[in-house]
C-alpha cells in the first residue's frame, strides 16, 4: 500500500484529522497553469465548480461532487413531504456551493421553496448562532434546515437552537460533514434527535486497520508526521524535540494503537486507496498499450503528456476496495452514491442509523426513522381541502392561500374554480358537478291539499245545484232564473273548479294542453253568461224608460248566442297560442336557484310564462271587469226584481278576491317557493270566485227549492194589465181590438218563450213606473169571463 502510492495511509489519515475542512476546496494543484496538464485524481473534494471540465480538465475525483448530494438531499425533503426550507452554510467554497446547487436545482425541479439562504461568516462574533437561530425562527414553516457547514459550525448552531429553547422545532438535513460523526452531536443529543444526514457510500477496509494497528515509531519512520500523530493519539511526550510542550507523560514507544487509544478508521480511506489504485490501473494500461511487453519504463512513455495519461485515468474501471464499481465520467466525476442516516434517541442510546441510499434515485425506507411523534411538516402552507383553490402568493410557489369555490364553482383544477353547467350543481365535495335534483308539485303537498279540498267541495257543490235544477226544471225559481243562461254559468262554476287538478297534475303535454285551454274558460263562461245577463237587465230598464219597444236581443236564444260568441273570442286566443307555441314542458332551473347549490331545484313546468298566463285570463278579467260596471248600472233596480242585486254582490266580491291575487301572484315572483305559492294562489283564486257566483246566485234558490217548496210558486196572479202591457212592450198589441183572442195567444206564446217570463212580468211591471205614458186602461181590454 505505501509503496503504491508514496504516501502511507496512517500519515494520511491523520492528516485529515486535522484537516477536517480539507474536502471543502479544491487541492491547490489544480490552481497551476494550465500549460502544467497534470492530471490528477482527489479522494475528498467534492465541490461542485471541480465539475467544469473547461477550468478544471485534468482533475478527476473518486467521490460524487456535491451537485449529487444536494439532488440528493432534495430528494430526501422532497421524499418526506417538505416544500419549504431554509438553508444554512458556512462561509466558504464547499458551504456555499452545496447551497447554491441545492437552490439551482430545487429551482428546475420545482416543489420546494427556500424561505431563508444564511451564511456562517469564517470568524462569527459572539452571539452571531443565536442571531442564526432567530433569524430562522421568522419563518416557523421552514422547520427543515438543509446544512453544508463544517463540524464546528454545526456544533455550534445545534447548542444555539438548544439555549434558545428550539429542541424539536428544527428539522436538520446534513451534508456529508455532518455524515455520521459524534464530534457535531456530543452533548447535544435531544436537539440533534431526528436529523438526517447524507455521507458517500463508504465501507471499512479490514487490511487497513491490520495495517495501522502494526505501525509503530520503529517501523514508520519515513512518515514525518508519524511522531505528532503518536503524541497526540497517546497524550504523551517524545523527548525534549516533541510536539506537545508540558505534558506530564513521556512517551515509551512500545504504546499499540487501538490497545492504549481509542481507534476508529478514518471513512474515507477507502476513497484514498481507490484514487491510487484508478492511477495505478491508468499507468498499467498505458504501459500495456505503449511498451508492448517491454519492462519498466520504455522509452514511449517517458515522452507522453498529461493529456494522453488522462485519457487512459478517465477510461479505468474496476472494482474497488468497497467492492463498488471506481469510475469517471466525461467531467472526471465518480457516480453518486450516498448512504441515508438518521441520529437516532432510543431508550439505550443515540446513534446513526442507515435509512436509505441514493444511487442516482432515492431508495428511502420511512418505516425505518425514529419520530417524537407523527412525521414532522416544513411547509409554508397546509393542502387545501377538497373544493378549495390555491391562491398562490406571488413570487413563493409553495405557498398560497386556500380559497373555497363559492356558489355554483366546482373545484376544476388544483388553482381554478369554474361555474358548473346551468343545469348542474357542484357535488358535496365541490370536485365536480352532478344534476340539480328536478322536482314538481306533488299531490300531497300542503301547497296542494287545500286547493284540491276546496275544488272538490266546489265541484259537488256545483254538481248538486246542477241535479237540483234539472230535477226542478220547470218550477217558478228556476224557470226565473234564466234556464239556459243557467246552465251556462253553472259549467263555466264547473271548470273553475276542475282546473285545479290539471294545475297539481305532473306536467306532460295533455296536462299543459289541459291548462291552456281550461285555465280562462271556466271564468269566460261564467263571466261572458254574466254579462249577457246584466247587459239584458240593463238595456230593458234603459229601453223602458222611453220606449213602449221591446229590446232587441232579450230571448233565451239570442242570450246564448251572445254568450257563445264572446267565449269563441276566448278559444280562438288558445288555438292561436296552440299553433303559434304547441304546448311543451321545460324544467326551470332559475326559478328555485337559491344562494346555497344545497337547496337548488329544477322546477317541472309548462311552458306558460306569467305574460302568457295574463294573456289567458285577462281576457275573462275584462269580461268581469264589464260585467261588474253593468252590475253598478243596475244597482238601482227595484226590490221586487232579485237578480241584479245577488249579480252585483257577486262581482263585487270577485274583483276584490282577484285585486288580491295579483299582488301575492307577481310579488312572489322571487320567492324560492313561487311555484307551489302561486299555484295555489291561482287556483283558490278561480274557485272562490266560483264559490262566491254559486253562493250568491244559486244557493239560495236551491234552499227554497229543497227546504222551502211552498215559496217556490207564482208571486201573485198576473193581471191583464201586465199581460197587456208585456204584448204592448213587444209590439204585438197593434191589432187587440179585433184580434183578442189571437193577441191573448201571442202574449202567452212570447212569455213561453222566455224561460225568464215572471222575471219580464216584473220587469215591465216596474217599467211602468218609469215610463208612465206606457199604461194601459184595463177598460181597454176585454176580460174573459
Not at 421553496?113 to 432567530?134: H, M, N, T, V, W
Not at 417524537?372 to 409553495?398: D, F, T, Y
Amino acid at each position: 500500500m505505501s509503496s503504491a502510492s508514496g504516501t502511507p495511509p496512517d500519515s494520511l489519515a491523520f492528516w485529515q484529522r486535522r484537516n477536517q475542512s480539507d474536502h471543502q476546496s479544491p487541492p491547490q494543484a489544480i490552481t497551476q497553469p494550465a500549460f502544467c496538464q497534470i492530471p490528477q485524481i482527489s479522494y475528498a473534494s467534492t465541490a461542485p465548480e471541480l465539475s467544469d471540465n473547461t477550468r478544471y480538465d485534468f482533475f478527476s475525483r473518486v467521490v460524487p461532487p456535491d451537485s449529487y448530494q444536494a439532488q440528493a438531499m432534495l430528494d430526501i425533503v422532497t421524499a418526506m413531504g417538505w416544500n419549504y426550507v431554509s438553508t444554512l452554510a458556512s462561509e466558504g467554497n464547499y458551504g456555499e456551493s452545496g447551497v447554491e446547487a441545492f437552490v439551482q436545482i430545487s429551482r428546475e425541479v420545482g416543489g420546494v421553496c427556500i424561505a431563508q439562504s444564511l451564511k456562517i461568516p469564517r470568524e462569527p462574533r459572539p452571539g452571531e448562532f443565536d442571531k442564526i437561530i432567530l433569524r430562522l425562527l421568522e419563518t416557523p414553516s421552514a422547520r427543515a434546515i438543509v446544512m453544508f457547514a463544517n463540524e464546528d459550525d454545526i456544533r455550534r448552531v445545534l447548542d444555539a437552537a438548544k439555549r434558545n429553547n428550539q429542541t424539536g422545532h428544527f428539522l436538520w438535513v446534513g451534508s456529508d460533514s455532518w455524515g455520521s460523526k459524534i464530534s457535531p452531536v456530543v452533548q447535544q443529543e435531544s436537539v440533534a434527535e431526528g436529523a438526517i444526514t447524507i455521507l458517500p457510500k463508504r465501507a471499512s477496509i479490514e487490511a487497513f486497520d491490520r495495517y495501522f494497528k502494526s505501525r509503530s515509531l520503529s517501523n514508520n519512520r519515513r512518515n514525518v508526521w508519524f511522531a505528532e500523530f503518536w503524541e497526540e493519539n497517546f497524550v504523551c511526550k517524545l523527548g525534549m524535540h516533541g510536539k506537545r510542550p508540558g505534558s506530564p507523560k513521556k512517551c515509551t514507544g512500545l504504546e499499540k494503537v487501538g490497545r492504549d487509544s481509542s481507534y476508529e478508521q478514518e471513512g474515507k480511506v477507502q476513497f484514498v486507496m481507490d484514487a491510487v489504485y484508478a492511477m495505478a490501473h491508468a499507468l498499467h494500461r498505458m504501459h500495456r498499450d505503449l511498451c508492448l511487453g517491454f519492462p519498466g519504463l520504455c522509452p514511449r512513455m517517458s515522452s507522453i503528456d498529461g493529456k494522453e495519461l488522462l485519457g487512459y485515468i478517465r477510461n479505468v474501471s474496476f472494482n474497488g476496495s468497497a467492492k463498488t464499481p471506481v469510475v469517471f465520467n466525461e467531467n472526471g466525476d465518480a457516480p453518486g452514491r450516498y448512504d441515508i442516516y438518521q441520529y437516532q434517541n432510543t431508550n439505550r442510546s443515540a446513534e446513526y442509523r442507515i435509512i436509505g441510499h441514493w444511487t442516482d434515485h432515492l431508495h428511502l425506507n420511512i418505516d425505518a426513522m425514529n419520530w417524537a411523534s407523527e412525521v414532522p411538516i416544513s411547509v409554508c402552507s397546509l393542502p387545501c381541502q377538497m373544493g378549495e383553490r390555491k391562491k398562490v402568493v406571488k413570487g413563493v410557489p409553495c405557498c398560497w392561500h386556500c380559497e373555497r369555490c363559492e356558489g355554483y364553482q366546482y373545484q376544476a383544477s388544483e388553482f381554478t374554480c369554474q361555474l358548473c353547467p346551468y343545469e348542474q350543481r357542484p357535488d358535496r365535495n365541490r370536485t365536480g358537478c352532478q344534476p340539480i335534483p328536478i322536482i314538481k308539485l306533488e299531490w300531497h303537498s300542503p301547497w296542494a291539499v287545500v286547493p284540491i279540498f276546496i275544488a272538490i267541495l266546489g265541484i259537488l257543490a256545483t254538481t248538486f245545484v246542477v241535479v237540483t235544477f234539472v230535477r226542478f226544471n220547470d218550477t217558478p225559481i228556476v224557470r226565473a232564473s234564466g234556464r239556459e243562461m243557467s246552465y251556462v254559468l253553472l259549467t263555466g262554476i264547473f271548470l273553475c273548479y276542475f282546473i285545479t287538478f290539471p294545475m297539481m297534475a305532473a306536467p306532460g303535454v295533455a296536462v299543459c294542453s289541459f291548462r291552456r285551454i281550461f285555465l280562462g274558460l271556466g271564468m269566460c263562461f261564467s263571466y261572458a253568461a254574466l254579462l249577457t245577463k246584466t247587459n239584458r237587465i240593463h238595456r230593458i230598464f234603459e229601453q223602458g224608460k222611453c220606449s213602449v219597444a221591446a229590446p232587441r236581443f232579450i230571448s233565451p236564444a239570442s242570450q246564448l248566442v251572445i254568450t257563445f260568441t264572446l267565449i269563441s273570442v276566448q278559444l280562438m286566443g288558445v288555438f292561436v297560442w296552440f299553433v303559434s307555441d304547441p304546448p311543451h314542458t321545460i324544467v326551470d332551473y332559475g326559478e328555485q336557484r337559491t344562494q346555497d347549490p344545497g337547496n337548488s331545484r329544477g322546477v317541472l313546468k309548462c311552458d306558460i310564462s306569467d305574460l302568457s298566463l295574463i294573456c289567458s285570463l285577462g281576457y275573462s278579467i275584462l269580461l268581469m271587469v264589464t260585467c261588474t260596471v253593468y252590475a253598478i248600472k243596475t244597482r238601482g233596480v227595484p226590490e221586487t226584481f232579485n237578480e241584479a242585486k245577488p249579480i252585483g254582490f257577486t262581482m263585487y266580491t270577485t274583483c276584490i278576491i282577484w285585486l288580491a291575487f295579483i299582488p301575492i301572484f307577481f310579488g312572489t315572483a322571487q320567492s324560492a317557493e313561487r311555484m307551489y305559492i302561486q299555484t295555489a294562489t291561482l287556483t283558490v283564486s278561480l274557485s272562490l270566485s266560483a264559490s262566491v257566483s254559486l253562493g250568491m246566485l244559486y244557493m239560495p234558490k236551491v234552499y227554497i227549492i229543497i227546504l222551502h217548496p211552498e215559496q217556490n210558486v207564482p208571486k201573485r196572479k198576473r193581471s191583464f194589465k201586465a199581460i197587456v202591457t208585456a204584448a204592448t212592450v213587444t209590439n204585438k198589441l197593434s191589432h187587440l181590438a179585433s184580434e183578442r183572442p189571437n193577441g191573448e195567444a201571442a202574449v202567452s206564446k212570447d212569455m213561453k218563450q222566455t224561460s225568464d217570463g215572471e222575471a219580464a212580468l216584473e220587469i215591465l211591471e216596474m217599467s211602468q213606473g218609469h215610463c208612465p205614458h206606457l199604461l194601459v186602461t184595463p177598460e181597454s181590454i176585454p176580460v174573459k169571463s
